[in-house]
Structure formats: C-alpha cells, structure tokens
C-alpha cells in the first residue's frame, strides 16, 4: 500500500469513526429487522464498508472470522461485476468465491456519489442463515464434500437498479427449509445496505466525495504504519506449534510456523494434513482471519481495524491441505471449529515470542448444535446456536466463564426467545463449575446446557476439545473437556461423540456441557475456588 500523509490527526479521527459508524448503523438494522433467532438475537453477522477497489475501510465490532472472508467476497464480487450501478445487489455464499461456509450469505452493494457514473465504495453483510438445504436442517451436515451441504450461489445480482430478480429470489427459496424466515432474513440485510448507502451518501454530499475517500486511504495508511510499528517491537524469529482436531477417520493436524521479520509477519502452515473426507476443512480466507485476528488481539486497541491492518500479515498453506482446501471439499465445519484451532495453534506460537501477552487456551469449539423437523402442524422449523465456554486465563487475569471466545463474537440465545421460537425448552442452564483449568489465574468455567424435545426432530452437533482438553499455559493445568449426553424419554443415558447427527424423540433431552479455558502460570497453594 503507497504511502499517505494528511495534515489533520483530528479529522482522521472523525472519518475513522464516521466510517466505523455507519457499520455500526447497518449492523443495528440488521439486527432490528432479522426474523431469526440467531441474527436479531445471537447476533451472528457482520457488516462492514469498502472502498471501490474493494479494501476494508472499517468493519463493525461483529464476528471475527469475518476479518479475512469479508474482503474475499467483495473481490469475487469485483471480478464478476464490471458494470455496476446504483441500487445493484449482489449475493453469494460460495466459499470458494470468497464465501466461508453455505449458510453464511454475504451481500454486497455499491455507493455512488450523486450524479457518478462509478463506484466510490461498497457497503457488504455477511449474516447466517439458519438453513440453507443441505442433508440435515441447519446445513451443518456431517458432510464429505460441498454439494452435500446446502445450496451454492456464486456471486449474482439480486437486484438491479433496484429492481428485485423475483424469480432468483423464487429459485434461492425453494432450495431451503424455511423459505419465509430466509426471506425476511435477506431483505433484513438489504435494509441494512439502504442503511450504509444513505450514510456514505450523505457523507459524500457534505464533504466532497474526494475528501472522503481521501480519509479512507489515510485511515489504511495510518492503520499500516501503525501495525508495522507493534509488529517491529516483537521479537524477530520463528515459532512453531502443531495440534489437532478429533477426527476418527484421519489423521487431521494443523502445523504453523510464524515468522517475525521486522515490521511483518508470516504465517506458514506448511506440514498442515491434507483435506479430510469431512466438513472440517477451512479455505484460505477463514486462516487469514483466523491470523489477522490473533494479531489484531496481541497489537493497541486503538488501531483501527481495516485493510491497512493487516498488510503486514502474510499467510501460506499448501494448496488442498486442511485449512486451504480445494472444491468441492466440504467445509461447512471448517469455518466454526477448524477456525478455533488455527487461533489456538497460532497463540500457541506467538505464546513462544510474547509469554507476557499470550493467554492459555479457550474452550477451542464453538458446539455447533442444529435441531430441526416439523411442528405439529407441519411446519417446518430450522435452529442453529453456538454455546459459550471458558476463556483461557492470562498472564494478568483469569478467564472469563460462560462466554463466546475468540473466532465467534455472538451471543447466548436467550431461553426466552428460543422457547418462543421452537418446539423445545432448555431444563438446565448454568456454570460449569471447576472446569476452568487451575493455575496462577484460572481458567474460565464452560456453561452446561440441556435441551428438551416437544417434538421429533433431527439433531446435528459439531464439537471439538471432547477428547483433548483445552492447554493451560505457562505451568496452568489444562481446562476440562466437553462431553454431549443423551438422556433419552425411556431413562437410558447415553454419552454422545463430539461430532454426530441423530433423530430424536419429543421428551428426549439432550445436555451439552461445554469446556473450560486452560489456566496459567503455576498454581498458587492453596487453590481458589472456581468463582
């Protein structure tokens, strides 16, 4: 990125948050007009502004891995619409055309100033879908290659000129489970565009569109020389770490290697296992955000967060390895628990250069638990949640319990809205006490979370870290495993693996008890109590 000066630190600082702002105000829309649960509750999107070139500008404090993905998609949007124009809307969730996984649908649209014949800036969504087809409900399947795993739109107008396609918005409805809660999901996130288009707009008409897209590329620069000067401050070398996820059919390990030279930082992952004939491969967008957001952790808080960010930060993976897999590899996992532990493999190494910043392991799984079927009048219903755990504690603190960590940013879903939504009920909603792991500062504990079936339904998990447990750093003892327990209506319990996918019966209870975070630095004697 060329260098850029300004002569005012003062109105810099205004652009950054006037930029901030109006993701900030789409992220609220979105929120505020979604019908499901897991948008206008959880809060399981992003939102974010672009420049005509398709750099981040600024992006809303949402969903981590949306850092890398995001940027991906407003590409893959460039590459195959040249000839844009006021009111456009383009659609996509194909991860191998800047997606992530299917059920995150991103949206991308343009900003003109008035009386323009070109782009001065895109305004983009990415929010997920509760189902999007696929072999079970929820379209987190346990899948072997993309096609099993719901409908797969490449990039395509919507819209143009503001004029919806009716029958593509037909065709995208008839291909899921609960075509009228997607639908007020999708014009959700075209509100939430109309949102970010006026305000850039506006932007553009008090201030001269030059000057605002002048103060966008010097917030990039300021951002870049801002990260180049933290990253010169670590210690050049390199530092590797490995670990794995717990597949039974192959062997699934996650190397890297980070190399601090000067004022960058290169993230290898060569050594990483091939792609695995499951849905736990990650293409390259989902590593690099896993990357950018590490370091974005370890850097000030006061760097703004966009393209300039993250222009230190170099990422390599051998193609078709685990997390840069190739089509049609399936991977509607990859973005929710590989994601996990390439944060967790690549704290690991940074932990090596930077011991008094980096904290112990998280939970490391986000628990992935979709329940779909039909309620008794037929209608179909589609859920989807991740669940809290424990953060890792750190040098100076102990983790947080009952919490979302690192790649997910959501929110629990209130028991209150779930029960209003669907046909079951949560029995058991509490801390999971003493699983955070002991230490100098503890762990935080996981939750435990029970579900209770009024109906029939098809139920799916996907979790890890139920048979390796979280690391405590620094001398802290390791944060308890997950466990998933089955107690069916006729009295038999059954322990569960992390990952499976079984139909249920109303009256069936399944209870979900999440990990903890790793502690750290050697226990003081004698041992506080888990708070």
Wanted: proline share 7%; glycine share 10%; hydrophobic share 40%.
């Amino acid at each position: 990125m060329p260098a850029s000066t300004f002569s005012d630190p003062i109105t810099l600082e205004l652009y950054r948050h006037r930029f901030a702002g109006v993701a900030e105000e789409m992220g609220l829309t979105l929120q505020r007009t979604a019908y499901s649960p897991n948008i206008k509750e959880r809060l399981d999107f992003s939102c974010a502004v672009f420049d005509a070139a398709g750099r981040l500008i600024a992006q809303a404090a949402h969903i981590p891995v949306h850092l890398g993905a995001m940027p991906a998609s407003v590409a893959a949007a460039l590459r195959h619409v040249t000839d844009w124009a006021p009111g456009d809307l383009v659609v996509l969730n194909d991860p191998y055309e800047g997606g992530t996984h299917l059920p995150d649908i991103t949206m991308i649209s343009p900003v003109f100033e008035a009386g323009g014949d070109a782009p001065v800036f895109f305004v983009a969504s990415r929010a997920h879908h509760a189902d999007v087809g696929g072999m079970t409900p929820g379209s987190l399947p346990l899948s072997t290659e993309l096609f099993q795993e719901g409908i797969v739109i490449p990039p395509v107008r919507l819209a143009r000129a503001g004029t919806l396609d009716a029958d593509l918005l037909r065709f995208l409805l008839a291909n899921v489970r609960t075509p009228e809660e997607r639908r007020g999901d999708l014009a959700a996130q075209q509100a939430a565009h109309a949102v970010g288009e006026r305000r850039l707009a506006a932007l553009m008409a008090v201030h001269g569109a030059d000057e605002v897209r002048a103060y966008a590329g010097h917030l990039c620069a300021y951002s870049e020389r801002r990260m180049r000067a933290t990253i010169a401050d670590w210690p050049d070398g390199s530092y590797a770490c490995e670990d794995g996820l717990e597949l039974d059919e192959a062997e699934a390990t996650i190397r890297v290697v980070a190399h601090i030279e000067g004022e960058t930082i290169r993230f290898d992952f060569a050594g990483t296992s091939p792609a695995v004939p499951a849905s736990l491969n990650a293409v390259l967008s989902i590593t690099e955000s896993a990357c950018y957001y590490v370091v974005r952790c370890l850097a000030s808080d006061d760097i703004p967060v966009n393209a300039g960010c993250f222009a230190p930060v170099v990422v390599t993976a051998p193609a078709g390895c685990l997390v840069h897999a190739r089509r049609p590899a399936a991977v509607a996992g990859g973005n929710v628990e590989t994601s996990q532990r390439i944060v967790d493999v690549v704290l690991g190494a940074l932990a090596q250069a930077l011991p008094e910043r980096v904290p112990a392991a998280s939970q490391g799984t986000m628990n992935n638990l979709t329940i779909g079927g039909a309620w008794p009048d037929g209608t179909p219903f589609a859920y989807y949640e991740t669940i809290a755990g424990g953060m890792g504690a750190g040098p100076e603190a102990d983790g947080l319990s009952g919490v979302h960590v690192h790649m997910t940013n959501t929110r629990n879903t209130p028991v209150e809205a779930l029960e209003q939504s669907y046909p079951f009920r949560i029995t058991r909603y509490h801390l999971r006490p003493g699983s955070g792991g002991a230490g100098r500062h503890r762990g935080g504990d996981g939750v435990v979370r029970e579900y209770e079936l009024l109906v029939p339904a098809t139920v799916t998990m996907l979790s890890e870290r139920r048979r390796q447990a979280p690391r405590g750093l620094a001398g802290g003892a390791d944060g308890a495993r997950g466990r998933n327990v089955l107690l069916r209506a006729d009295g038999i319990e059954e322990v569960l693996p992390g990952t499976f996918s079984r139909r249920l019966q109303a009256g069936d209870r399944l209870r979900i008890e999440t990990p903890g975070g790793g502690g750290w630095g050697t226990p003081l004697s004698p041992q506080r109590p888990s708070q």
